[in-house]
């Protein structure tokens, strides 16, 4: 038997026994004689940090997977818990555990589900089919060994729990997927029973939803599975079992018929879609994406005129829905898209907008109203202003080709915005604040969650702020808060404003790097108390190490608005929460260096917040963000400078801002916070490059300085007493040779007149 395991303590060491600890691991249990005995197991390195944010293995079942024939390992186990880690793993030899690196025969960070799974795979014909939470469904084809990192995914996705799909076939072909939506389970809603096809899970045969009058199931119970036998399906409900099967032998609609099919062509074409099967509807989609009974409803022919491809489906009553049709068309002869030489988005000034395009001899036209333009809309001639929000729509024309499909980029200008700016609320937001998830706009404020469970939400400020030295105030207000959280972030991902992070314990920040995030937390499974703060890097998940407010008279579950008021000098985040009923203040301050953890001095910034399987509505009332001028600490110095010497050296490194801390590093790499603590000098006995910054109250980080030091090389550089400089009056430079070349004579002075003093006689 194999099993995973939840949270717990983990001390196993071989040889196994059943008196050890295996928390967060898969089994391998000998069931000889009735007792189970574990013989072998897998545990992630990762288990302390899972144990922590009560990451189980366990959400998800373990599947074994049939012998294959290919490959390095013929018998396989596949198992995804809450971290959404897809482990695959051999169940001869299942790896134990690993301080360094886990010993599993692969491992998919992050492919299924958003985060984790609670249900369990299912097989078929060489593919493996997951449906994670808050996620599609998705097809893991297994080749030589090994699941593809490149899943199929199905049109629609699930909430929480997600599902076990279950499958039906005709040995290897005529493969169906049946899976249960039971997301609804929290409002007494409907289970929802799909098929899809289990070749190419992208196409949908069945929903109940599609005729729910006929078809809706009894109220949704979460973790059920579908069973399919003797030509029914049977689905769990609430109080009841719903039994789907073929009404009256009914057989699948007929696939449409697209015509002409899919071809090249110059100007246009006209398409009609046609199907065998009486009185059939027959809906269309022209993006390239599958048909669904929620596409356009098909009532006449459709004229292409660009590069399209059609997709459709039909659907009869008393039949089943019928396959996919599609049908691609390429114009050949078609003016290339205009291009702008500004993107969509916001500005905080006028801007001058230019229009080109590839295609010889080509005339643009264009609109400021957002109407598609024609060959008799205004000619560009020239660059475009636009003082004011508007949206600019054109195409391009050419003799001898046809007209490119329209393109429109929208411009909002928001005049005199210095900072960010809300300190009357969110209604004027509206192409400045970019929202992600569950977040929306309520009235005046940003909501981040909406009091569902499982939900996750982010709003950013829609272009990067200076991070080095500033002060924001915010309010907030967690109303009937039950789960889970939210936080204030800073931070430079690859998805830019469109950064966002896990659910439930994650509060829409975990994962979010490199960044920082200050949380405000009202739950907690594992010991961090049910109203704490703290700050967080790099998309760690923000549960401990955390601060207790509930000795401090800020109650995050109290439902009173709260007001933040930060500061940050470049060194410092100093934090100050005021509850705006019971005027109860608190304060903290953590030592952060913002632009070394970001990587860069400006970054986005904004707010996360989440709901697990407890639910909140979680709303940011104001906003204001404001730059602070800071000075950089000075430039650290060396003593000897750099240069070529035949000895070892001893280096100090000194820096003039007063109570300067400095950090640096001895093999060339961009010093940080984290580097060694310069506490006194340093050794150079080898050639090696030295830098090192310097931090201070105050002051934003200095400027990288920089030694090179050659030892064993050539003669090393000379020194000179006082360094250059500008002086008023004549002075006397030393120099010195390197101590193991000073003649016995030692030092040579030599006088330096002042430009201003009068030549010697």
């Known amino acids: ?23 967060d691991s898969h089994l391998d249990l000998d069931l000889t004689n009735g007792v189970p ?57 299942l790896g134990g555990y690993n301080t360094t690196a886990d010993q599993a025969v692969q491992e998919q960070a992050y492919s299924v589900g958003n985060v984790g799974a609670w249900s369990s795979p299912a097989y078929w014909n060489g593919n493996v089919y997951y449906w994670g939470r808050f996620d599609y469904l998705k097809s893991f084809p297994l080749v030589n060994g090994l699941l593809s990192t490149n899943p199929t995914e199905s049109v629609e996705t699930y909430g929480y729990p997600g599902s076990t799909p279950a499958i039906s076939a005709n040995g290897s072909t005529q493969g169906i997927v049946w899976s249960i939506d039971s997301e609804a389970y929290t409002t007494n809603g409907p289970a929802v029973l799909q098929a899809h096809s289990a070749s190419n899970v992208a196409t949908t045969l069945y929903s109940s939803t599609t005729n729910s009058g006929r078809d809706s199931a009894g109220g949704a119970v979460k973790f059920t599975v579908p ?25 699948q609609t007929s696939a449409p018929s697209i015509t002409p099919g899919s071809e090249s062509f110059t100007g246009s074409v006209t398409v009609t879609i046609t199907d065998a099967t009486p009185g059939a509807a027959i809906y269309y989609t022209t993006n390239g994406t599958p048909a669904s009974t929620s596409a356009t409803l098909y009532t006449g022919p459709i004229t292409v005129s660009s590069t399209t491809t059609i997709s459709a489906i039909a659907s009869a009553t008393n039949s089943l829905l019928s396959a996919q049709a599609t049908a691609t068309y390429t114009n050949v002869s078609q003016a290339a898209v205009v291009t702008f030489s500004l993107p969509t988005g916001s500005y905080s000034s006028a ?92 009235d005046s404020r940003l909501q981040l969650t909406a009091g569902a469970v499982g939900q996750a939400g982010s709003g950013w400020y829609y272009q990067p702020v200076n ?22 972030t800073i931070q430079n991902a690859s998805q830019l404003f469109w950064a966002l992070g896990g659910n439930g314990s994650g509060l829409g920040y975990e994962f979010i790097s490199p960044s920082v995030g200050v949380k405000f937390d009202f739950f907690t499974p594992v010991g ?21 407010l509930s000795t401090t008279g800020i109650n995050l ?63 940011i009332l104001t906003w204001t963000y404001e730059t602070v001028s800071a000075t950089a600490a000075a430039t650290p110095t060396f003593t000897p400078a750099a240069g070529s010497y035949s000895s070892t050296q001893t280096v100090a ?93 030692g030092q040579r002075s030599i006088p330096v007149r002042s430009r201003s003093a009068p030549p010697r006689r």
């Open 1 to 23: 038997m194999f099993v995973p395991t939840g949270n717990g303590d983990y001390t196993a060491t071989k040889p196994y026994t059943n008196s050890m600890d295996y928390g």
């Open 37 to 93: 005995t574990i013989t072998d197991e897998f545990t992630t390195n990762a288990q302390a940090a899972l144990d922590s944010e009560d990451g189980d293995i366990a959400s998800g079942g373990m599947m074994v997977i049939p012998t294959q024939t290919t490959g390095s390992f013929p018998h396989l186990a596949v198992q995804v818990g809450k971290g959404g880690t897809m482990y695959l793993l051999n169940r001869d030899n």
């Open 227 to 251: 069973t399919v036998v003797n030509g029914k399906v049977y689905v769990p409900a609430a109080a009841e079992v719903d039994i789907y099967g073929l009404l009256n032998g009914a057989t």
């Open 351 to 442: 801007q001058t907008v230019t229009l080109s395009d590839s295609t010889a001899n080509a005339s643009i036209y264009y609109t400021l109203d957002g109407t598609t333009p024609t060959t008799s809309s205004t000619v560009y001639t020239g660059a475009i202003t636009v003082g004011s929000t508007e949206t600019i729509t054109a195409i391009a024309a050419a003799p001898g080709v046809g007209s490119s499909a329209p393109l429109a980029q929208t411009y909002t200008i928001v005049l005199g915005q210095t900072g960010i700016s809300f300190p009357e609320g969110f209604a004027a937001s509206a192409g400045l604040i970019n929202l992600n998830g569950s977040a929306q706009l309520n």
């Open 467 to 488: 991070v080095q030295a500033f002060t924001t105030d915010y309010t907030f207000q967690l109303s009937n808060p039950v789960a889970n959280g939210i936080t204030f």
């Open 528 to 548: 961090k108390g049910t109203d704490s703060t703290g700050l967080y890097t790099n998309g760690a998940v923000p549960t401990t190490p955390a601060i207790d």
């Open 557 to 619: 579950l109290s439902d009173d608005a709260m007001a933040v008021h930060m500061t940050y000098n470049g060194t410092t985040l100093t934090m100050t929460i005021t509850d705006m009923v019971t005027a109860a203040v608190w304060s903290n301050s953590w030592t952060v260096n913002i632009p070394s953890i970001v990587g860069a001095n400006t970054a986005y910034v904004g707010f996360t917040g989440s709901t697990g399987a407890g639910t909140s509505s979680q709303k």
């Open 653 to 745: 490194i000194s820096d003039l801002t007063p109570a300067a801390t400095i950090y640096y590093t001895t093999n060339g790499s961009a010093p940080t916070t984290s580097s060694t603590l310069y506490t006194g000098p340093v050794t150079v006995s080898a050639s090696e490059t030295l830098k090192a910054i310097a931090t201070a109250t105050g002051y934003t980080t200095s400027a990288t300085g920089s030694a090179a030091y050659t030892i064993g090389g050539s003669t090393a550089t000379p020194t000179f007493s006082p360094g250059a400089g500008t002086y008023t009056s004549a002075q006397t430079v030393t120099t010195t040779p390197p101590t193991e070349q000073r003649r016995p004579q």
